[in-house]
């Protein structure tokens, strides 16, 4: 259709020539591939958000061990020392580092994956690319850190259990971890563009979710104490934050098997899938929205 001066309107120029609109959504298998197309992408940016993170520091990427060592030295003293929850557990240390280092890895995907977007506005509205590498790339930068942390763990398991072969089903455990790390922050990518004050809300969630999870103390055993129905273990249980630390204790301690939770790595196998793909769907819905204004 041409204008009133017959030149051609800018539709039928991007008809005439294939040109569609940067913001529009991909079906969703072209999506995933053009996704994969810029892994590099998401491996570069996530490697310089870990330099970035310590850069200032005068102690700089030392504090990728120091911080997570501080953070257990805290909740120990806390609970296992003043609330005397590390009575009647075997490796109270160990049992805590796996507990702490398994819950912060979600929580930080989380919380961090929330303001992916927004912190990256000027490039989401500069450059068009699929806008699930920002989240993805803060995944990665958070499975940098988890790794740091299981090299601890390993160490102090080590020194006090000694090693065993059944450290080897860490690996599954942390990508099922992973897959479901990927899902959640995906979802609270896409709410925390549009709902801002997500990131204010996230802080109480989180802490709710970690007392609830057994990280200081043994699920199984402490609600028998408390003489709880036996349906509250196979609720509780279902909480997929407990289950992939179940598993990661059953994989490091000989003496975690007496309270191990019911079905772990069935529920954990579940989580992942579901939130993975729940999560990229979910994702992927919104895409031709983030970046306007």
């Keep these: 259709m041409s204008g009133p001066t017959g030149t051609t309107s800018p539709a039928e120029l991007a008809e005439r020539y294939g040109l569609s609109k940067s913001s529009i959504r991909p079906p969703l298998s072209s999506y995933l591939r053009e996704l994969w197309s810029r892994r590099q992408f998401v491996l570069s940016y996530a490697t310089a958000r870990t330099y970035a993170m310590y850069a200032g520091a005068r102690l700089g990427s030392i504090w990728q061990v120091l911080t997570p060592l501080l953070n257990a030295g ?92 059944r450290w080897f089903l860490i690996a599954p455990a942390m990508v099922l971890q992973m897959m479901f790390n990927i899902g959640i922050t995906l979802v609270f990518a896409r709410i925390g563009t549009f709902v801002s004050d997500v990131t204010q809300l996230l802080p109480f969630v989180t802490r709710t979710w970690l007392y609830a999870s057994g990280i200081f103390f043994s699920l199984p055993a402490k609600l028998e104490q408390l003489n709880a129905p036996s349906w509250v273990v196979q609720v509780l249980a279902f909480n997929p934050i407990s289950a992939y630390i179940d598993i990661v204790r059953r994989s490091l301690l000989q003496e975690h098997k007496q309270n191990e939770l019911p079905h772990a790595w069935t529920i954990a196998i579940v989580w992942s899938f579901v939130m993975l793909a729940a999560g990229f769907w979910y994702f992927w819905r919104a895409e031709d929205r983030y970046g306007r204004g």
């Design 74 to 165: 805290v909740y120990y003293l806390a609970f296992g020392v003043l609330l005397g929850t590390k009575n009647g557990i075997d490796n109270y240390v160990a049992f805590l580092l796996s507990g702490i280092f398994v819950f912060t890895f979600t929580q930080r995907c989380m919380t961090e994956g929330s303001r992916s977007l927004a912190l990256n506005l000027s490039l989401i509205r500069t450059l068009h690319f699929p806008r699930a590498t920002l989240p993805l790339a803060y995944v990665l930068n958070e499975l940098n850190q988890m790794l740091v942390s299981l090299a601890i763990l390993f160490v102090v398991v080590g020194f006090t259990d000694g090693p065993a072969w």
